[in-house]
Structure formats: structure tokens, C-alpha cells
């Protein structure tokens, strides 16, 4: 029976690869926003930990892309400044010799409000998110097109999503990230 449950639950994850980014400066924040501590079935947990554990029960595999959290599964960032372009070179990088076509969800460790059915969405369109604005670091990219990614190719993020003409998926909730460490307690009752 456990078998059956177990496979069963492998069949519904999608056929694509999770990547948190947690290499970012938090610089409104202070801290490092992958080291924020929540709660979970009353024991304290790390964002980071927090956002691997809800996304392993949705993909076939979670990474974690980082300078400095070192557990398995980490894509080290190796580039000097602080960049989500570094992060997806890296990402880039790691997945080179998968096929050009698979299918790799980035997320910012601080996206908590962004649940199962919005990610399924975000998959059958291979789009990312946008509600009043576009989220450049939540939704879908596949290897191809972060194969246009190189050293100083792209300023801006958005103008590498606008390079590889990225579907954008209207979203009805607000996807607000965490950039104060009050926003932790207000939203608190989403991460529980």
C-alpha cells in the first residue's frame, strides 16, 4: 500500500526541475531572507527549507541556487556580484547537457504566497507570473532559452525575458515577496 501511495504521488509532479533562488543581498532586509525562520508543525524551519519541502511534493527535483547555503542539491553561484542573471547562468550552466526543451521553474526564497495550482498554471503555459506587475523570478524557463543567457549579454532580467518573447500568465493574487522582516509575521498565516 505504501508503494502505491508513494508512486502515485510521483506520477502527479510535473516533468520539470525547481531551482530557490537564495543567493540574492537582501538589502532592505538586512539578512539573509533564506535564513528567515518559520514555523512549521510547531517546530522553527529556515525559509529556504520551508519553500525545498512544499516544492519536492510538486517536482521530480528541488535545487537550491546559492553562494553560500551549501547542502546537497545546491547550484553554487559562483559569479562575484549579486545578480539573478548570475543565478540563472549558473542554473544554465549546471543543466547544459539536459535537453534543450526541459522545463525549469525559478522561484525567489521570499515568493510564499505562490501555491500549487498558480505553479501547475505557470507549467501548462510555460509563462511567468505577472499580477500589477511582471515576476521575472517566478515561473518557467526552459534550458533553450537560458541557453541566450551569457557574460554581460543582459542588463536587466526583463529584458532577457523579453529577448526569448516569455509568456506571462495573469495571476488574480497579489505575489508580493518579503522585504522587510514585519512582512514575515503579516503573512505569516500563508507559511503555517
Request: proline fraction near 1%; charged fraction near 30%.
Amino acid at each position: 500500500m505504501i508503494y502505491k501511495k508513494n508512486k502515485k504521488a510521483f506520477k502527479n509532479k510535473l516533468n520539470a526541475y525547481a531551482v530557490i533562488l537564495c543567493g540574492g543581498k537582501s538589502s532592505r532586509m538586512q539578512k539573509n531572507k533564506a535564513f528567515l525562520q518559520v514555523k512549521k508543525e510547531n517546530k522553527n524551519i529556515f525559509l529556504y527549507e520551508w519553500q525545498k519541502k512544499r516544492l519536492e511534493k510538486i517536482f521530480k527535483k528541488v535545487f537550491i541556487s546559492s553562494k553560500d547555503i551549501y547542502t546537497h542539491n545546491t547550484i553554487q553561484d559562483l559569479q562575484k556580484d549579486f545578480h539573478p542573471l548570475n543565478a540563472l547562468l549558473s542554473i544554465k550552466e549546471y543543466f547544459k547537457d539536459y535537453n534543450k526543451n526541459t522545463q525549469i521553474f525559478i522561484i525567489a526564497v521570499d515568493y510564499i504566497c505562490v501555491n500549487k495550482n498558480i505553479i501547475k498554471k505557470l507549467y501548462y503555459k510555460n509563462a511567468i507570473a505577472k499580477d500589477t506587475k511582471t515576476h521575472y523570478l517566478c515561473g518557467f524557463y526552459t534550458l533553450e532559452e537560458l541557453k541566450l543567457i551569457s557574460n554581460n549579454s543582459f542588463y536587466k532580467i526583463k529584458d532577457f525575458a523579453t529577448s526569448c518573447n516569455k509568456n506571462t500568465l495573469k495571476i488574480k493574487k497579489r505575489l508580493a515577496n518579503i522585504n522587510h522582516q514585519f512582512e514575515i509575521l503579516k503573512k505569516s498565516k500563508i507559511i503555517y
